[in-house]
């Protein structure tokens, strides 16, 4: 009996949806890219804003690309009250939150209008696969960006922690980066594995990255030679050096803050082992981790390129590949990819 995936990729812009069914064409599976849910919660709160409305940000920890929109609600005069546990979308520090002008409170304030706050909302899913033609799925499996909890920490430096982890404790396998079980630091990737049911979770720029490896043929060349795996998202890239299906490498900057040249310049250091943490991390991004290189990689100047921003890199000595057909579900193909790497093991 076929089994059916519903795949999430949910990004700062969109939410790329692959409704994947076992023994179907990949090409003949249902294929969706939407709004992402911080885009419709920023929307929602927009509206209000221009009705002269006050808040209530109710719901769970998500994704935070809404806060423009509370920031700019807030400096109109109205008021913005939040559940704790919805606060947490806005930071992981709920003082800070407080001060910016956000009023923690469990119970909902009178004359306020709800915005519920979700990455996964099971009952738009049920609404849409309805309307769509297509049955609930038998499991979820998504994937968000999570910077991780670090109190008293720089998330940036908390989160190469975690990297770290992977190149040293998990020895690089790149399917070590799906998680049945959640690091505890991961606090929003956990609040999505519970709504979805407890099925697979991963950071979005490792989910996409493992969906360049859907494509067999540069899945076979890494273990021919070493590779530059690359996604340049709306908000975030990433980069990792994988040769013998092992990562040495982890690269991670903020897209609105490199040029083509000044990425490439990265890049090109990078793949020889010589862009340190700080390099990274002093022009304000994530930072890098290098482990030493092996020489049979034969260098890791083969560089393939996705994500949204891609063309940030137009011209230069790379590779732009269309894993399953379609660009932008890498993160979902990357999904499929590493329950495969998983069952191999």
């Known amino acids: 009996m076929s089994q059916s995936i519903l795949c999430l990729d949910i990004g700062s812009g969109t939410q790329d949806v692959l409704y994947y069914v076992d023994g179907f064409e ?3 599976c249902p294929k969706f890219i939407l709004p992402s849910p911080a885009r419709r919660v920023g929307a929602r709160i927009r509206e209000l804003t221009a009705a002269g409305r006050d808040i209530y940000l109710s719901g769970t920890n998500m994704g935070g690309g809404f806060t423009r929109a509370v920031t700019a609600h807030a400096k109109a005069g109205l008021k913005v009250y939040a559940h704790p546990e919805a606060a947490l ?4 520090d709920l003082k800070f939150v407080e001060a910016k002008g956000v009023s923690i409170t469990e119970s909902m304030p009178r004359n306020t209008v709800q915005v519920h706050l979700a990455d996964y909302d099971s009952g738009f899913w049920r609404a849409f696969l309805s309307a769509a033609g297509l049955e609930e799925p038998d499991r979820i499996m998504a994937s968000v960006q999570d910077h991780g909890f670090h109190p008293g920490k720089s998330n940036r430096i908390g989160r190469f922690n975690l990297w770290k982890k992977l190149l040293i404790e998990d020895e690089g396998r790149p399917e070590c980066l799906l998680f049945d079980k959640v690091p505890v630091e991961f606090t929003r990737l956990a609040v999505l594995q519970k709504s979805i049911g407890y099925g697979v979770v991963c950071d979005t720029g490792a989910a996409a990255v493992l969906g360049i490896l ?6 076979r060349l890494s273990f021919e030679r070493g590779i ?4 340049i998202g709306n908000s975030h890239i990433i980069s990792f050096l994988l040769f013998a299906g092992r990562i040495y490498g982890v690269y991670e900057h903020h897209t609105g803050l490199r040029t083509a040249e000044e990425l490439w310049a990265d890049l090109k250091q990078f793949r020889a082992g010589r862009l340190t943490f700080e390099n990274v991390f002093d022009s304000r991004g994530h930072g ?14 083969k560089t393939f390129v996705i994500g949204p921003q891609r ?6 000595d790379a590779v732009y590949p269309s894993p399953g057909g379609d660009m932008m579900l890498a993160g979902c193909f990357g999904l499929l990819k590493g329950m495969e790497l998983n069952n191999e093991r």
């Not at 530059?228 to 996604?231: G, P, Q, R, S, T």
């Not at 063309?311 to 230069?316: A, C, I, P, Q, Y």
Request: net charge negative; with cysteine.
């Open 288 to 301: 890098c981790i290098t482990l030493d290189l092996p020489p049979e990689a034969a260098g890791f100047e």
């Open 26 to 28: 990949i090409e003949n």
């Open 89 to 92: 979308a806005l930071g992981d």
């Open 228 to 231: 530059c795996l690359l996604n």
């Open 311 to 316: 063309r940030l890199l137009e011209g230069f």
């Open 214 to 219: 859907y494509d067999e043929d540069i899945l």
